[in-house]
């Protein structure tokens, strides 16, 4: 199935939602990767609140490159996801719906997800070109000293994901596997 969404997510919609069902999101995600991710378990082991509210929202592992002249951003492609797997269970947690990567979670992120109706999505890797023309809008908004690992707020418009584990915990990596087998 395809559907179209608005992030941040309510969570109901992403019930729905089935691994292998393709989506096109569009309104306000987040970037964060490997330093940021660490910044942010650090101000939470203090007791201190995230520079971002995160209820509801869809984190992007993604480096950016700079943008050209005239856009708001350069390639964005995906990120390998499992580097944020210590952090993600918490964030989950605190109620992040959803995290745009590339390839598998570990157990603990997949019971996060199910735990919390939550959605992993993947991005296609290799199509940071691509996937750069769904960004209306990049904006620094936390943790400006690290450079490309720096929080970003992206506005986007259709862009485009697929469900690989849905908020039931289906992974499509593994059902995938399985039905190849079959054959």
Excluded: W
């Excluded at 990767?33 to 201190?48: F, N, P, S, W, Y």
């Excluded at 023309?133 to 994901?161: M, W």
Aim: proline share 4%; glycine share 10%.
């Amino acid at each position: 199935m395809n559907y179209h969404l608005t992030a941040p997510f309510d969570g109901e919609e992403l019930k729905k939602l089935r691994s292998g069902d393709m989506v096109y999101i569009t309104g306000t995600i987040y970037v964060a990767r490997d330093a940021a991710h660490k910044r942010m378990q650090e101000v939470l082991d203090k007791g201190e609140k995230l520079p971002v509210d995160i209820q509801g929202q869809t984190i992007y592992y993604m480096g950016p490159s700079p943008a050209r002249e005239g856009r708001p951003i350069g390639s964005a492609g995906p990120t390998t996801a499992s580097r944020m797997d210590k952090y993600a269970p918490r964030l989950l947690d605190l109620g992040l719906r959803g995290m745009i990567g590339k390839g598998k979670r570990s157990q603990a992120v997949k019971d996060a997800i199910v735990r919390n109706g939550a959605v992993y999505f993947a991005a296609i890797g290799g199509a940071g070109a691509l996937l750069s023309k769904a960004i209306t809008a990049s904006e620094v908004v936390a943790y400006d000293d690290l450079g490309t690992e720096a929080i970003r707020r992206l506005e986007v418009k259709d862009f485009p994901a697929i469900v690989v584990i849905d908020s039931t915990g289906d992974d499509l990596y593994i059902k995938s596997v399985e039905q190849y087998c079959k054959l």
